[in-house]
């Protein structure tokens, strides 16, 4: 069984900032793949970034990094220079090779403040 | 490249009526999900297709739900005899099986109330 905790219910952070979103995950695949999406009020996940359980180097999408430490089990989302347009709900998920389907964590609402 | 739709947007029924939903993936994607995500939580995992085939299913899927496939492309998803419990959003999301890195990209969802 897969599961992603974020512990985060919300959090705040000024506009041009940067801000890290928690995430923690458990699983027995030797092989994983985590992944962060942004759902706005609109109700529309969107993809963000992923980290494969393999890969050496954290990675980065723009002004979006993922804090990778396997050994800890986290995988914590990084948005450097926040802007108002971040203000969404953020959740961590995850997929192992046995499944096709992806595990949510319960998500953490960003709110960017001028 | 359009992205994964989804109608309708919103749908309002009384409780014990039947509610089909659609979804039309990302049209070269082979692998097509559902899920369920309900007030304040993630989405849930329903049910998904690999083409035409209906590989797993979750036991949230009780048997007044059914999902489709027929030739591969678009999705419907039908809840019979409907229940307040059935309010929630319903996510469509497709990928292609054999990329690199199998990204689910998301619908923008068909929002359910039961009344």
């Known amino acids: 069984a897969q599961k992603i905790t974020q512990t985060q219910p919300g959090m705040f952070v000024q506009e041009k900032e940067a801000v890290t979103l928690d995430c923690t995950y458990d699983t027995s695949d030797p092989s994983y793949g985590l992944f962060w999406y942004k759902q706005p009020s609109s109700g529309e996940m969107i993809f963000l970034i992923y980290q494969g359980s393999y890969d050496q180097q954290n990675a980065t999408e723009g002004r979006y990094s993922l804090n990778f430490q396997k050994a800890r089990k986290s995988a914590n989302l990084v948005i450097s220079a926040s802007q108002l347009g971040d203000s969404a709900m953020y959740f961590c998920?995850?997929?192992?090779?046995?499944?096709?389907?992806?595990?949510f964590g319960q998500g953490t609402i960003l709110t960017v403040h001028p | 490249d359009t992205g994964v739709s989804q109608n309708p947007r919103h749908k309002i029924t009384k409780r014990g009526q039947n509610v089909t939903f659609r979804c039309d993936p990302i049209s070269e994607h082979n692998r097509l999900y559902w899920y369920r995500q309900t007030l304040g939580q993630g989405p849930e995992f329903l049910t998904y297709f690999q083409n035409e085939a209906q590989l797993e299913k979750s036991r949230l899927l009780s048997d007044r739900f059914s999902a489709e496939r027929p030739k591969g492309s678009f999705s419907t998803l039908e809840i019979q005899r409907t229940e307040q419990g059935d309010s929630a959003m319903y996510l469509c999301a497709s990928s292609l099986l054999g990329e690199a890195v199998e990204t689910q990209y998301f619908g923008p969802g068909t929002r359910l109330l039961v009344l």
């Open positions: 998920a995850m997929y192992g090779t046995s499944y096709g389907k992806l595990t």
